[in-house]
Nanobody, 120 residues
Framework: VQLVESGGGSVQAGGSLTLSCAAS????????MGWFRQAPGKEREGVAI???????GYEDSVKGRFTISRDNAKNTIYLQMNNLKPEDTGVYYC????????????????WGQGTQVTVS
């Protein structure tokens, strides 16, 4: 199983970043994928999910700023992050086979290694 994330980095408040996650090598179950993040000293939390039919869900603090999308042909999901705030800082993890397929979910069968996002 491989979930390869890219696109993290450092940005000033108000800036933008786009994360990508290419997935391969696992058995399809519900097809739900998502992004989670963990800030220093805090528990991991769901940020955004996207179901196999393209329906999406977002954590309240990112609604209107973040957009999750997927390219099924490439088995890749993206997270466009705009108007970034310092509180968005953390390690962002890609996940596949999220159960239930909700932004508040904390369970997934497969996880990426994480990519750091720092907003100053």
């Amino acid at each position: 199983v491989q979930l390869v994330e890219s696109g993290g980095g450092s940005v000033q408040a108000g800036g933008s970043l786009t994360l990508s996650c290419a997935a391969s090598g696992y058995t399809y179950r519900n097809g739900c994928m998502g992004w989670f993040r963990q800030a220093p000293g805090k528990e991991r939390e769901g940020v955004a999910i996207i179901d196999s039919d393209g329906s999406t869900g977002y954590e309240d603090s990112v609604k209107g700023r973040f957009t999750i999308s997927r390219d099924n042909a490439k088995n890749t999901i993206y997270l466009q992050m705009n108007n970034l705030k310092p509180e968005d800082t953390g390690v962002y993890y890609c996940a596949a086979e999220v159960f239930p397929c909700r932004s508040y979910s904390d369970y997934a069968e497969h996880w990426g290694q994480g990519t750091q996002v720092t907003v100053s």
